[in-house]
């Protein structure tokens, strides 16, 4: 199984202040026939299902706020949210679906400083 | 705007079969992959396996004896039986859908909390 782990296990940052998650794989999630990443980021609010926010690595779901983005390749990811708001208190979690069982990394959850 | 609804038992004791069945409705069933996954209470998230309109299916290893997600395509629904299941598997349930076979859970249901308790 690839094995994805994400760093800090939690953050507090001011409102309006940028707030940076990382993600790592334990294999490159890069496809080299698309040169695709097969990494996702989802949000998750306290007794809600994940929503998700970013796939492909650095492409933005629909009706995703552009506060949000991914970046990175190969092993090394990143979710940056420029300006923190109330409402992206949450965990947010990266999965890679590169290959099954699709994993998931351990959260990271971004409270108000 | 694709919704998913689901149900099933959710209190179970000791080598009792898990059942959850997911409903969906605002899209075009074939046109998607169909995915189980669970977080137990407070901790991260586990896939279970997914399945597509052709009955294909991809199981997680760790759960692959126990698992069977089968599809109804007459009714738009999909299902997860888990079997013999024990306290650790106490957890919410998620079904989900997705657009690509190898890809994210774009469209989630609104979780089932499913306890095993003797």
């Known amino acids: 199984d690839i094995v994805m782990t994400q760093s800090p296990d939690s953050l507090a940052v001011s409102l309006g202040e940028r707030a940076t998650i990382s993600c790592k794989s334990s294999?490159?999630?890069?496809?080299?026939?698309?040169?695709?990443?097969?990494l996702a980021w989802y949000q998750q609010k306290p007794g809600q299902p994940p929503k998700l926010l970013i796939y492909?690595?650095?492409t933005r779901e629909s009706g995703v706020p552009d506060r949000f983005s991914g970046s990175g390749s190969g092993t090394d990811f990143t979710l940056t949210v420029s300006s923190l708001q109330a409402e992206d208190v949450a965990v947010y979690y990266c999965?890679?679906?590169?290959?099954?069982?699709?994993?998931f990394g351990p959260g990271t959850k971004v409270d108000i400083k | 705007q694709v919704q998913l609804q689901q149900w099933g038992t959710r209190l179970l004791k000791p080598s009792d079969t898990l059942s959850l069945t997911c409903a969906v409705s605002g899209g075009s069933f074939s046109d998607y992959c169909w995915t189980w996954i669970r977080q137990p209470p407070g901790k991260g998230l586990e896939w279970i396996g997914q399945i597509i309109q052709s009955g294909s299916t991809n199981y997680n290893p760790s759960l692959k004896s126990r698992v069977t997600i089968s599809v109804d395509t007459s009714k738009n629904q999909f299902s997860l039986k888990l079997s013999s299941v024990t306290a650790a598997d106490t957890a919410v349930y998620y079904c989900?859908?997705?657009?690509?076979?190898?890809?994210?859970?774009?469209?989630w249901g609104q979780g089932t909390l499913v306890t095993v308790s003797s």
């Open positions: 999965q890679q679906y590169f290959n099954t069982p699709f994993t």
């Open positions: 492909w690595a650095s």
């Open positions: 989900a859908g997705g657009r690509h076979y190898f890809g994210p859970a774009d469209y």
């Open positions: 294999q490159s999630v890069l496809f080299s026939s698309n040169s695709k990443n097969y």
